[in-house]
């Protein structure tokens, strides 16, 4: 699979690990090769394993099977305080009675470093975060985002070859998560260390890493950049965890040119999607994204695709509209309307009947 980083060879490497826990395998011969100064992230929904393998690399779990290596290095008999590894917890699990100059330089001192080198160090590691101003505060003295700057400035004192995120701003509020995103792609960039984050949370993940990998139950589903997981999900459960997807089940009754004909039970004709030679019958699923759906209220001429329902809900989201249209075979299609204008109204009032189209590129064909 292609690497991120510098492209050479994998500086953190995945071999056939496994891990169970009273006979059920929460990491399930998981293979994966990260490159150097990527920023990788682990994305599925609880229980799927994501932090299980987290803790396989910090060396605080021993794999049943399979092998972990960093920089060529294996880390069989390698023990966490002895791997060029950080983590920062989701707690954050910084000390109350410490400063946050003394909470940074805690593993510092534990390694009994020269008193000048921790005092340099933590000085340029709290500029780096934003924090220099606040190093003689407590952590009760500061709010979630400062303190989570706190643990940031922590993990990377030490200069880690490696540093894992363990759902880093799943305790900050939506507008504050959304600041720190760009914040931590900003540091990542600066110090040039891999970065490795679980999180179950999408976005997080699409709006920070530069690759993702899919856990379900265990097993790594898809490898991919942002873009290529959204827009090519390699299988069902991909297209539905990532972002919101409209999913037809159907079979197929033609393929030719490069595109597929599909029926879908309900509606009258079958639906054009561009895909792989498929045999007909074969039984596949559509995944199509409600912004890929233009929706019009006028029947709009020499549409690829074209279906008519009913306007149910519309939800108001500032930017965007997202709308309930119910087909006549009461299946729900959802679809997303940019509001551009600031004094339109809606395009399609609740009740009303509308058109519903979208190109022959629109639909991703899922056999699995």
């Not at 002895?82 to 410490?98: D, E, G, I, K, T």
């Not at 504050?176 to 976005?203: A, K, P, S, Y």
């Not at 898809?222 to 079979?251: C, H, M, S, W």
């Not at 019009?296 to 997202?322: C, F, H, M, W």
Request: hydrophobic share 45%.
């Amino acid at each position: 699979m292609p690497l991120g980083g510098d492209g050479g060879a994998p500086y953190l490497r995945i071999e056939g690990v496994t891990k169970r826990f009273a006979g059920h395998a929460a990491v399930n011969n998981v293979s994966l090769d990260i490159g150097r100064g990527e920023f990788f992230a682990l994305l599925g929904p609880s229980g799927c394993g994501k932090t299980t393998l987290l803790r396989m690399l910090a060396g605080f779990e021993r794999p049943d099977a399979g092998a972990i290596l960093i920089d060529g290095q294996d880390m069989a008999q390698v023990p966490p305080y002895l791997r060029p590894v950080n983590m920062m917890f989701q707690s954050y699990a910084l000390f109350p009675h410490m400063t946050v100059a003394s909470n940074v330089g805690f593993g510092l001192r534990q390694d009994k470093r020269p008193k000048d080198e921790i005092a340099t160090r933590v000085s340029k590691v709290l500029d780096l975060v934003h924090m220099g101003r606040h190093a003689q505060r407590k952590p009760g003295q500061l709010s979630g985002g400062e303190r989570q700057r706190v643990a940031l400035a922590r993990a990377l004192v030490k200069e880690p070859k490696l540093l894992l995120l363990d759902e880093p701003m799943a305790a900050l509020d939506r507008k504050l998560r959304e600041e720190t995103r760009f914040e931590l792609v900003r540091i990542q960039n600066r110090v040039g260390i891999t970065f490795i984050m679980v999180t179950h949370d999408q976005e997080e993940a699409m709006t920070t890493a530069s690759r993702v990998a899919v856990m379900q139950s265990g097993n790594i589903v898809q490898v991919g950049t942002p873009r290529e997981v959204y827009e090519q999900p390699a299988t069902r459960f991909v297209a539905d965890f990532i972002g919101a997807v409209n999913l037809f089940d159907g079979k197929v009754v033609e393929a030719r040119d490069g595109a597929v004909s599909v029926i879908v039970e309900g509606l009258d004709v079958p639906i054009q999607a561009q895909g792989a030679p498929l045999a007909a019958g074969t039984a596949v699923s559509l995944a199509i994204r409600p912004e890929k759906i233009v929706l019009t209220a006028a029947k709009p001429e020499g549409a690829s695709n074209l279906v008519q329902g009913v306007v149910r809900e519309i939800a108001y989201r500032g930017d965007l509209s997202t709308y309930r249209i119910d087909l006549p075979s009461q299946k729900a299609v959802r679809a997303t309307v940019p509001n551009i204008d600031r004094l339109a109204g809606p395009a399609v009032e609740v009740g009303q009947q509308a058109w519903l189209s979208w190109s022959v590129s629109a639909p991703v064909v899922l056999t699995q």
